[in-house]
């Protein structure tokens, strides 16, 4: 029975640093391919020579880099979870996975179709890529990713930050401010580079905070490597 429970504590300290790493490896890799694909797209969509071969490396290096990204979203989701043990509410826990994987898929969507275009340009030039193409093309990357994507993370960020008030995982303070930002990202129409970063910026800080948090000497109640009481109603 000893070993059994000193295995168990063994896990639970092991969870959250687990998912403060896979949640910075995210933070960071998003935000740079965001950036990056930002920076690395013609200003004149109908100057097909404004892409130049510089651009298109630095577009190429964003879609190999963008796997990584998502693979460490599904870490940090799922080490999350696990977090909640029992504690954790079906109805929410649902809609925090669904939220999240809709999310991932539609970021891999957008960028699948990215990754198509400057393969076929790489291919044919501006002969297959024509203006046109190029500007229907990332209309419909902006959306999948911009509008809908972003509108699944904000759902991802609301129903987490429930969870986290119903089982105490996290200091209240915290869920209200993920609530806030949530709120915008849902309500906002704008396609800012600012937006699209909340997101990545979010798991970033939530996961130095599990982090550090992760080494503190604090008794059991948040994130601190000891399974979360739940909130009393």
Sequence with gaps: MLKHDTIRLIHHAKTPRAAAIAGI??????????INLK????????????????????????MELMPFAGLAFLWFVGVVRDKMGTYEDQFFATVVQGSGLLFLAMTFCAFAIGAGMLTAYNIGGDQVITPNIFQVNQSIMGQIFSTYGVKMAAVFMFSLSTLWLRTGAMPRELSFITYAMAILMFLSLSLSLWVLVIFPAWVLGVSIYIMVLSFSRKPSGSMDGMTPEPAES
């Design 25 to 34: 490896l995210f933070g960071v890799l998003f935000s740079f391919c965001i």
């Design 39 to 62: 920076l690395s797209m013609p200003a004149n969509l109908t100057d097909m020579n404004s892409w130049t071969d510089t651009n298109r490396s630095r577009i190429a290096i964003t």
